[in-house]
């Protein structure tokens, strides 16, 4: 076949993952699977061979990058090398809802609706839930799931068609975005298989946040007024991006939960960012070319896109990306990489979001 779309979720190439979700929980996960998957889209036409080569490539990397992120971190070196997962669109939107419900179950594994209002309650998030992944599956590249895989013990996710055509949009040669890409995920998995608290630190953290939502959702438009002073006087304080939505709904505790998983997310992603700049120029060339083009789109996007980043909490995730990395390039610094590892020595070695910001504070409260 000369040309065409290979993305399609029927294409041999590319895995699909169906979503084995349970259906009585608080969000009705088979129609948020049903929703991102019709919302979704297909991706960038390509020729077929490009698409073929792209995913061969991509199966075959994600392995050999988790060993330069091993010898460069220090991590998971008697832990078995494993290709990643490499999907389409559709198949991300139905993976990362299982992850998603496998999260939800595992950090409230109680909760659960009965009668007709939660029913149609759980069915109106579920469509909500998948609108939301919709607009994410055209952007994300790759993820680590921590909680999704036949064993429920995590899988590699790389997402073909945005992958390509990223690279295509960078101008920028195939296979060095194709590594750099996965140097940043095997990143993520190394930290969630090498630290072997992490996954239950992180679940109990979100379910502990969640577990108190509802009454945000009860008194958010009582302190309507209270959120839009907010919201500007945060905008006017800093000239900076506003804050994500649901940091502005938390009540004062479970704004200190929020922040720990705030910390948890940047010390994880600018980890990750760093390592896959650090290992770059041994094994791809072009790394500091990626990096500009890639640092200027992350801050791209018309008004429609910057205003559904904010209220998703996307600009902040960006955000996050340069903050831990300055975080870890610190640190990395004054105290070497074995230094940097004894942020995964237990949760109270974890930085702090405040210690983010200031990474000596970090170095002083656990190397002395």
Known sequence: MPSGSVWGVDAKSVATVPARVDRTGPIAWDVARSTAVRLV?????????????????????????????????????????????????????????????????????????????????????????GAVLAYLGGRVLGQYDPFGGDDGQGRLLLIAPNIVGVQRALRVPPADFQMWVCLHEATHRLQFTAVPWLRDHFATEVGTLLGSMDETVVGALDRLPELVRALRNRRSSDGGEPPALVELLQSPAQRAHLDRLLALGTLLEGHADHVMDAVGPRVVPSVRRIRARFTVRRRGGGLLDRALRVLLGVDAKVRQYAEGAAFT?????????DGFNAVWTSPETLPTRAEISEPAAWLRRVHG
């Open 329 to 337: 390039r610190h640190v990395v610094r004054r105290a070497g990489m």
């Open 41 to 129: 889209g297909r991706g960038p036409q390509v020729p077929m061979e490009d698409a073929l080569r792209a995913v061969s490539g991509l199966r075959e990397l994600s392995g050999e990058a988790e060993g330069h992120v091993r010898e460069l971190t220090g991590l998971g070196h008697d832990l078995p090398l494993r290709e990643g997962l490499v999907l389409d669109r559709p198949g991300w939107a139905s993976s990362a809802v299982e992850g998603m419900a496998a999260l939800v179950d595992r950090a409230m594994p109680a909760r659960r609706n009965a009668g007709l209002i939660a029913a149609l309650a759980s069915k109106a998030a579920g469509v909500q839930a």
